[in-house]
């Protein structure tokens, strides 16, 4: 079915009821969140949840979908439904400030933990106590781009359907596997059992991020930890790492942002592993 011959106003039932996936307990319900802008509706798209297309419905402006018609194909191709409507009323549903003209409402695409663990992965970022929603996005964006095979948000850590986590993974989130709401303990046990080193990313680490990578310690299958953005991780989260690692500070800085900190631990895996003797040495 086309599109609308009249574009929907921000009254729409259709248009109130994606507005209200804004709100964490909406999307809990309806197990649905909101990506918006070509490239992560153009994700979703491509995006498959349990045999089905990722992306349900597509808010689009009339200029928007001029511009970008052969992505409206496609998603109406992938089945979803097209919605003409006013740049009020998109504008309203993706609250925020420069609306791109297109926001797509999108099924739930977690899995579970048994099934990361059982495909043993070699690269993990496990999110313990990540509060900013922007951040998890950024993070998750720096584990697609090391390559990593999952990510973990624990369930003290931010709902990763927030519109502005899925705004700042860039269409990562789409990428690769990521569990929510898992119990950092869980978390850590399925890990281990599937024999990934458990590191703990921590200014106070008694380790030195490069001392690990001169001992060549950092080839095998490993899961980065990532705590709170003002205070680290907590001791009984340290606790549970085979080690606590510090990313060196060799200027004057005091300190890395978590999401500068992931990045620079989750490309020295990726290193590690790809060198010779890794994890990910392609077989001779």
Not at 193 to 202: E, I, K, P, T, Y
Not at 224 to 236: D, H, K, R, Y
Not at 249 to 267: D, P, R
Request: charge should be neutral.
């Amino acid at each position: 079915m086309g599109p609308a011959a009249e574009p929907f106003s921000p009254r729409a039932p259709r248009v109130a009821a994606a507005r209200r996936l804004a709100r964490r307990s909406l999307r809990g319900r309806e197990r649905r969140f909101l990506a918006e802008g070509p490239q992560a509706v153009r994700e979703a798209v491509a995006h498959r949840t349990d045999g089905a297309s990722t992306l349900v419905e597509l808010f689009a402006t009339p200029e928007a979908a001029e511009r970008h018609a052969d992505l409206l194909d496609a998603a109406r191709a992938a089945g979803a439904r097209i919605h003409l409507a006013t740049p009020e009323a998109v504008a309203g549903i993706s609250q925020t400030v420069t609306p791109q003209g297109l926001v797509g409402v999108c099924r739930f695409l977690d899995r579970p933990l048994s099934e990361i663990v059982a495909a043993r992965p070699r690269l993990v970022a496990v999110l313990a106590h990540v509060r900013d929603p922007g951040n998890a996005g950024t993070v998750l964006r720096c584990a697609d781009a090391a390559g990593a095979d999952a990510v973990v948000l624990t369930d003290a850590s931010v709902d990763l359907y927030n519109p502005k986590a899925v705004r700042a993974s860039v269409g990562s989130l789409f990428h690769l596997p990521v569990a929510v709401g898992v119990p950092v303990e869980e978390a850590v046990r399925g890990l281990a059992a599937a024999g990934v080193r458990l590191l703990a990313a921590d200014g106070g680490g008694d380790r030195d991020l490069d001392a690990e990578l001169d001992a060549d310690a950092m080839g095998g299958p490993t899961a980065w930890i990532f705590g709170n953005e003002a205070w680290g991780l907590p001791e009984g989260t340290r606790a549970l790492a085979d080690a606590v690692v510090r990313v060196p500070i060799h200027g004057h800085a005091e300190s890395l942002n978590l999401a500068t900190a992931a990045a620079v631990c989750l490309y020295a895996s990726a290193r590690a592993q790809r060198a010779p003797g890794g994890c990910r040495t392609p077989a001779r």
